[in-house]
């Protein structure tokens, strides 16, 4: 993955928070749950996820829809919904930071296709949900990779390499290696997507040491899961600091 900017736990009035960075988009992710919930979402043998994709500017519209619909899917299979039945678990999603005017569109505030903005988001909502200490059952990576004309496939691909490609994939994996996300837009061949599956799973598996770098509760990280670990080994120390007056 790309070097990302990642603060935990910041909002005060939400259960749990983060802020991340990737791709030249930032998203701000507040948590809350599990709640309580209205008669008519309330599941008997689950809790309800609501996702909830605001954009920079203006109210949000069909791309946003297609986020929330994408990213709840996700998470329905990552949280373990069967712990808090009758109850409401809302993530909300505040895109604050968007890439140069030269990969957006000439409407302020919108991205061209939703796939490049998923990671960061995906990526944001798995924060919040371990700040909030939402239980899970695996956490996960999310990589976009480009297919350039000539059948290259290039991961985290710069704005000029999204603009001159023929399609672009999302790929999210668990920390298992288990394929929980393949969202793709464009012209692609077979061959392709097994090409964009086998470097979003390297990606996935990679065993490199992580890069990071701490201030506070700001991580900043080349590895995504060495930076989960440092992040929450981080935030579990500041959150047991009360206890050193006991001592």
């Known amino acids: 993955m790309t070097l990302s900017d990642a603060t935990l736990s910041h909002l005060h009035r939400a259960d749990g928070s983060a802020t991340y960075s990737q791709n030249g988009y930032s998203i701000i ?24 994709v605001r954009p920079v500017v203006g109210v949000g519209g069909t791309k946003e829809r297609h986020l929330e619909s994408i990213i709840h899917s996700t998470l329905q299979h990552v949280i373990l919904i069967q712990n808090h039945p009758r109850t409401l678990i809302q993530v909300t999603l505040q895109v604050i930071k968007m890439p140069d005017s030269g990969t957006v569109n000439s409407k302020k505030g919108q991205f061209l296709s939703p796939l490049q903005i998923l990671p960061a988001l995906l990526q944001t909502s798995l924060l919040a949900l371990l700040s909030a200490s939402i239980p899970l059952s695996t956490t996960f990576t999310t990589s976009l990779v480009a297919v350039a004309h000539g059948g290259t496939p290039i991961i985290n691909p710069s704005p000029q390499d999204l603009q001159h490609a023929k399609s672009t994939h999302v790929v999210t994996f668990s920390a298992n290696g288990d394929l929980l996300v393949a969202e793709s837009l464009g012209e692609f061949t077979v061959g392709d997507w097994e090409l964009v599956f086998e470097m979003g799973l390297h990606a996935a598996r990679s065993e490199s040491e992580s890069r990071t770098e701490t201030d506070g509760d700001v991580m ?27 001592r």
């Open 29 to 52: 992710g507040a948590v809350n749950g599990p709640i309580e919930v209205g008669r008519r979402d309330e599941l008997p043998e689950e809790a309800t996820v609501d996702v909830i």
């Open 220 to 246: 900043m990280v080349d590895d995504v899961y060495g930076g989960l670990r440092a992040l929450m080994r981080n935030k579990i120390e500041k959150d047991q600091k009360w206890k050193e007056g006991l």
